[in-house]
């Protein structure tokens, strides 16, 4: 299966293909391929390290006919490739496995977890386009040198954030001392909307910080560029109003060096989940990826890998599709 | 509240109107400098420029000599560049160096209209054509939506673009060259100004395009009675479409004279020196270019600054040259226009 | 995790002071000509602009203290003083101590000494790696070059915190091996930068003058191609420290990183989260972080500036 997918997309590229289209359709076959790429270095890895779940779950004083039979159970005895072989046969049809640990569905278990994770990314993505906004365009478009110089400072500042110390600071400030916000916990979207909200605005800020810091800079260098493009100087020769000359023309410009990348943002952001949960005591993927690491709970890990891998690259597979719409360019 | 564009269909009677009255454009002592790493260079000296309603006016020089600055003034586009400005833009009796950013604008685009040298570049590749007329048409004349589309699409139609309803959806980036300059045009035009400039509108372009944009130049004129600031460094381009040439060399104007006169009866030698480089007009087709080089605007010799490519200096030249009028109706900056018998040829 | 490292590498700098927004009469930036023999003529650069000018006197103090920690500090970092416990800063604990009676700014200064160790281990797995085999890549193209791209990306479509994480599982706890980790992550990062960057020279002809005189494919990537890649790779290799620095201060105070007691800002971190109440115990090596960091993305920038843009923005 997966070597007819590697196939046709190779075939595609040789017919020449171009066009959004096409080249969507390309990363759409690519993508299993990817994920089952990266599921074989992960297994490989836990191949090479020393001791295995079995041991883990036996403790130590497991006896070895114990572990044995653990493992035998857990059909960790066999060769790599049919372990491997084995998982991805599962995985094509929608089973992760079972985790070694809790015995629950992989795929129940990281889905149990998904919304929260989800959620603190979702509101960090918009709290990060809204702070890049701000710093990245508001001074282009207000023109004020000092506002400019100022700006340039947070945004080098925010690039400079270590989250965890950020967490620890909104914390102590705004929730202990000041109790504007939850200090911790998540609460669920379906369960009350206004406290979903209200538990995810400082880890959602934390999770913003560097982002925000990274696409405003971005985003004022490509808009620079854009204001200074012979369209943009004769929208200006034009008459057109600087709110139509920036908002509307030089941002859509603008938005695509900045949107390309915006993938790769939103998977960095999925990472700093790993930290960010655990401060902020929300049962989300990166906290059950850390517990899982500990008790070396392989399908889970390599659930949580594939899970993430496949956020990017539905990501990436969303950004690409609106390439066309900023940048007309690309789709013929 | 700008009142409702005047449909297209009643042209000539406003071209008449149009050449009507006191000149449309009066440009008078115009100098501007930039700042510099050793003071302020000065880019262009006590330029004049008058252009009459529904008149053409080409101005002509070489790279260097400054030709696109005036245009850059009128418009505006000086300020941004931290440009000192000097000197007088009557437009319709408006002062335009005292308007604030503001009223420039409404004049901007609305009742002058601007056409730039690389039309690829010049349009938005994120927008459809028609959307990016429209959107001039909607600011400037206040028009809805569906009522700035049509006009858009009316415009495209204008400049002879075939098929303009669907082509209004394309994108630049499907368009040739010589579509985007029409589009250009179109968008100039939108807001039926009175003045058009057109900057080296067909230098980027194929010769064949280049004719016909000319053409839909004239054309347009005719039709519209609008006045042109055409502005290139081509004589020969300058002959097919302008009333009247001016020419420019190091910042100042050298020579100014309606087309006949011009061509017949130059009385600068720098004029005379064009004409003959145009492509050996009854000179047996040899080509000849002026010895020399513009000098750069840090390194300008006192006097006449043409003196060190001209056959014809003499002491005197050392002397600053003031323009005037040698003739009726012709301009000219050279010590020696009365006593030199410059020659000329059938343009 | 912080993304300090940007997969795009088109980002440019919108950095305070810099210059970045005065016209083009005022002084050009540092010529982006001759990479590589730039930094002698650097000095004079500094002088220019104090904010590089500080950034790299910080620079200087952390590497100083962190190496020599063990001369400097006045007190052991570990050795706890139930007599003293929690002190403001003041008196004999010029920035106080922590709840076991420990001297904050020696544990500070030796914090500096394992971040310091922890990324230059960082540095140095993932330039050996993306490095090496981005060059190589770059250099021979064809399969070799299909192949290694292909596992690389799909390498860098894993959110990076959560594939390092997955590499602990593999190696275990513990400093050397958490630095691994975030190495191998971030070697996917520079292999794309390097493995364009040659890709760029390799299509320079002196490369086809040196493969007629008969020099081996080997010699040529590392004696031709390697220099002049450098400099892109040399911008990356700041933000990776820099990376490094707030992936160890992260996995530590989860506990994936450095065990106690070692003295480690992310540890001190977690220590100040258990005792909120000792407000000194959070800014201390919250700002050192911070102004770390600060000055590693300052240096960065002044290094992208100067060298224009790195290659390798979009692969093919």
Known sequence: ?332 | MPEPAPPLAEPLRRAADRTAGGALLEVRGLTVSFPGRRGPVTVLRDVGLTIDRGEILGLVGESGSGKTMPSQAIVGLTRRLRATVQGSIAFDGTELTSLDDAALQAVRGRRIGMVFQQPTRSLDPAFTVGSQIAETVAWHLGLGQRAAWDRAVELLDKVRIPDPARRARDHPHQLSGGMCQRVMIAMALACDPELLIADEPTTALDVTVQARIIELIAGLRDELGIAVLYITHDLGVAARLADRLTTMYAGEIVESAPRAEFFARPVHPYSEGLIRSAGGIGDGGRFHAIPGRVPAPEAMPAGCRFRERCAYAQDRCQEPAPLREVRPQVWTRCHRSEDLRLRGANP | MTGLVPDDLAARPATADLSATDPPSSDPPAAPAGRGHRLLGGLRTLLRRPVLAVAVLVLLVVVVVGLFAPLLAPYPPDISDYSRVGRSPGGPNLLGTDAVGRDVLSRLMFGARTSLFAAVETVLVSVSLGAVLGILAGYLGGWVDAVLDRINSALMSVPPLILAIALLAALGKGLVKAMLAIGLVYATRIFRVARASAKEIRALTYIDAAEVIGAGPWRIAFRHVLPNAISPILVLVVLTFAAAIVAEAGLTYIGLGVPPPTASWGSMLHDASERMELTHLLYAPGIALLVTISALTVVGDALRDAYGRPGGTSDA
């Open chain 1, 1 to 332: 299966m997966l070597g007819r997918s590697a196939g046709a997309a190779v075939r595609l590229r040789r017919a020449g293909a171009h066009g959004t289209a096409r080249r969507l359709g390309r990363e759409v076959l690519w993508a299993p391929f990817t994920l089952a790429l990266v599921a074989l270095l992960v297994f490989v890895l836990m191949d090479l390290a020393p001791g295995d779940a079995a041991t883990s779950i036996a403790g130590d004083q497991g006896d070895p006919e114990l572990v044995e039979s653990i493992r035998a159970d857990l059909h960790l005895d066999q060769p790599l490739w049919s372990r491997y072989g084995r998982w991805v046969g599962d995985a094509a049809q929608g089973d992760l496995g079972t985790s070694l640990v809790s015995h629950r569905s992989v795929v129940s278990s990281v889905g149990s977890v998904f919304p929260a994770t989800a959620s603190l990314v979702a509101i960090g993505l918009v709290f990060a386009l809204i702070l890049a906004f701000v710093l990245g365009v508001l001074p282009v478009y207000l023109e004020s040198r000092s506002f400019d110089r100022l700006a340039s400072i947070l945004s080098a500042v925010a690039i400079s954030m270590p989250p965890v110390w950020l967490a620890l600071l909104l914390t102590s400030t705004l929730a202990i001392r000041f109790e504007v916000f939850p200090a911790l916990g998540y609460v669920g979207l379906t369960d009350d909307p206004w406290q979903w909200f209200r538990h995810l605005v400082l880890p959602g800020f934390t999770v913003a910080m560097v982002p925000a810091g990274e696409l405003a800079r971005q985003v004022r260098g490509s808009l620079l560029d854009v204001l200074g493009t012979d369209y943009s100087v004769a929208q200006q020769v034009r008459g057109l109003p600087r709110r139509s000359v920036v908002l509307r023309h030089g941002l859509k410009n603008a938005a695509i060096p900045v949107v390309t990348v915006l993938g790769a943002r939103i998977g960095a952001m999925v990472g700093s989940t790993v930290i960010i949960e655990r401060i902020f005591v929300i049962n989300g993927m990166g906290e059950l990826a850390v517990r899982s690491v500990g008790s070396r709970d392989v399908p889970v890990v390599l659930g949580i890998v594939v899970l993430g891998t496949l956020v990017v690259l539905v990501s990436n597979l969303l950004v690409d599709s609106s390439q066309a719409f900023f940048n007309p360019r690309s789709a013929s």
